[in-house]
Every structure is written in structure tokens, then in C-alpha cells.
């Protein structure tokens, strides 16, 4: 699995947060862990 890396591209916001979520899913954290990354 490749890790996160920081490139110079034009992701809004909300892209990038998704982006960041879908990381923590495909490493299989629990859904309440997400969830809480996703309201910090």
C-alpha cells in the first residue's frame, strides 16, 4: 500500500480530507476511529 505524500496539486479541502479518510479505510482502522478522524 502506498503511503500519503505530499505533491504540489490543486485538491480543495474537502478532496483532500476525503483522500486522508479513504487512507484509514483501506488500512482497515474501525469505523469509530474514522469517524472520529472525520469530525477532529
Same mark, same amino acid.
Not at 500519503?4 to 478532496?15: I, Q
Not at 472520529?36 to 477532529?40: D, L, N, W
Given at each position: 500500500m502506498?503511503k500519503?505524500?505530499?505533491?504540489?496539486?490543486?485538491?480543495?479541502?474537502?478532496?483532500g480530507?476525503n483522500?486522508y479518510l479513504e487512507? &484509514?479505510? /483501506?488500512?482497515?482502522l474501525r469505523?469509530g476511529?474514522?469517524n472520529? &478522524?472525520? /469530525?477532529?
Open positions: 502506498k500519503l505524500k505530499m505533491t504540489a496539486s490543486t485538491l480543495t479541502f474537502e478532496e480530507c483522500k487512507y &484509514y479505510r /483501506q488500512r482497515n469505523q476511529t474514522i472520529h &478522524y472525520k /469530525q477532529s
